[in-house]
Each structure stands twice: as structure tokens, then as C-alpha cells.
């Protein structure tokens, strides 16, 4: 009897079509591109750094710095979560490194500080060639990535003159 009025009730899908163009007109976005050129000497790169990639086992270059992983993959890049670790790595890098990796960034198994600690004071009757190449943390060198009260001399024609600053470590 009903039967098919069951049928006719239950089996339509619902024709929405009407939906079909959503949206408008492809949002053209504001081509007030404003990049900010706001000169901001102090915008150094470190503190925190992005959490490190989630790779493939499979994936030789996850971090796509152009060089094969490690150990599997026969490459040379000892860290393929992060593109600036690989060999050759010529920078200083002052982001903390991963709770994985070491901040050996070049690769060379070896992990180099850029600064040294215990710094020597800014002393008269030093020589400008002495005197400028004084540069480095005030006390214990920090970690990889950490800051610490950094000092540097500045020969001014006739004496060496200390000027301090906060610095970030820098290893590779
Ligand atoms: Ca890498
Ligand atoms: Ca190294």
C-alpha cells in the first residue's frame, strides 16, 4: 500500500544545487601588500624556534635543504628536520636547537660556540688590533641559542672602549 510513499519519503537526497556557486566572485585579496619596512636593527632571529618538521622515514630530504639525510639515505645532512642544518653550513645559527639535535649545524659532528665566556676587559693601553678583537660573553659562554651579557671593545682612535649587550650563542 504505502509502500512506495515509504520508499519516495526516505529515498530522495536532497537536491541542493543551488549552492553550487559559493562564495562570490574568487576573493581578491587586498593588494595593499603593506610589508612593513620598518627598520628594525634589532630583529635578530632567535629565541624560539619553530618546532622541528614531522617527517617521513621514507622522506630523504623531509627539510628540503637540498641534501639526503644521513645514515639510510647515504646523505650528508645529519639533522633533515631543519633546513639550516647541513653540511657546509657556514653561519653562526642562534635559535635554540631542537631537544633533538645538538646545534652541531654544520654537520662536522663537532658542535662549535661562536663566542667564548670570561671574557678580558676593555683595558687601557691595549693596541687597536688587540683591543678589537675583544668580543665575547661576559661570563660563562651560554648554550646553544641562549642569551647572556655579551662584551665588545671598540678602538676609538685612542683608547678601547667596552660597549655591552645582551647576545644570543650562536653554534653550527
Ligand atoms: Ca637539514
Ligand atoms: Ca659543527
Redo the contacts with the bound molecule.
Sequence with gaps: MSLAAIVAACGFPDPDLDGAVTGGEGGATSPNDVTSSTNDASADAAADAPPPLVCDDADCDC?K?N?KKAGVCGGQ?C????????EGQTIFITKKPPADFDGDWDCDKTVTKQYAGNTGACTTGLTKEICESIKGFIGQAPGCGAQAEFRACNWTGSSCVESKRMEFQGCK
Design positions: 627539510d635543504d641534501q645532512d639533522y633533515d628536520r631543519d633546513p639550516d642544518a647541513k
